[in-house]
């Protein structure tokens, strides 16, 4: 399939670094472990079918696969329990918290991205994608199992790079995706980087990137009709209480 016939979302946790990079809080921070925290909170009320264990804001949002819903819809509703693999980006620069969680509606897994737009203690909103995995799905999860390589390396001494040149050399990337061609979108890749798509190692959509490289990605994708909006434009500021 073309792309004017498909576009493959990109995980949650791109999102949170790229799209959601101009997003504004109103409220006292969340460091990281309250972010963490809160991603366990969300994770547990949607497995126990209990929205209303959330600390919400008033006017809180919630969209699954760029559908706004009321929150216990969509998978609310069917999943069953949580695996074993989780993975968090935190950012305490912009308040969110995202995470890539394996779940499961009774023998299906389902591959989860969530990303929570915090408002000081409270979410404000709530964007997921939902990717099931099906015995005849093109990929089938076998990384799941242990971290992933490279995602948690330290970076080494004089590698850092500002929070600016990450977002251009990670942006790189999206740009390979939409061309086709990640040369000609100047793409840096270390030598031995490798990606993860829905828990399988792929050639080579969380970034680890030092040295003007992308290091490691890790990809949970849910594959939407092109015509699909995405629902939430960049410019959008957070929800206020």
């Known amino acids: 399939m073309g792309p004017h016939h498909l576009v493959r979302r990109l995980s949650i946790a791109l999102i949170a670094a790229l799209a959601l990079a101009s997003t504004q809080a109103s409220a006292a921070d969340c460091d990281r472990a309250c972010l963490s925290g809160m991603l366990t909170r969300y994770i547990d009320a949607l497995v126990a079918h209990d929205p209303s264990a959330l600390p919400l804001t008033a006017n809180a949002r919630f969209t699954e696969d760029s559908h706004e819903l009321r929150l216990g819809e969509g998978l609310w509703q069917t999943v069953t329990r949580k695996g074993d693999f989780r993975h968090d980006y935190l950012d305490t620069s912009k308040h969110v918290a995202a995470a890539h969680v394996e779940l499961f509606e009774g023998a299906v897994p389902v591959l989860y991205s969530v990303l929570l ?70 793409t840096a890749f270390a030598e031995q980087a490798y990606r993860v798509e829905n828990g399988v190692i792929t050639a080579y959509e969380a970034f680890k990137i030092w040295g003007g490289q992308i290091r490691a990605i890790n990809a949970f994708f849910a594959t939407l009709p092109i015509s699909t909006p995405r629902a939430w434009p960049s410019a959008d500021p957070l929800p206020q209480r």
């Open 117 to 186: 737009h915090m408002d000081g203690e409270q979410i404000a909103g709530i964007e997921t994608l939902v990717q099931r995995v099906t015995p005849d799905s093109r990929f089938q999860p076998t990384e799941l199992g242990a971290p992933i390589r490279g995602m948690n390396d330290p970076v080494p001494p004089g590698e850092k790079q500002s929070r600016a040149a990450l977002i251009a050399t990670a942006l790189t990337y999206a740009d390979g995706l939409r061309v086709g061609n990640f040369t000609d979108a100047g």
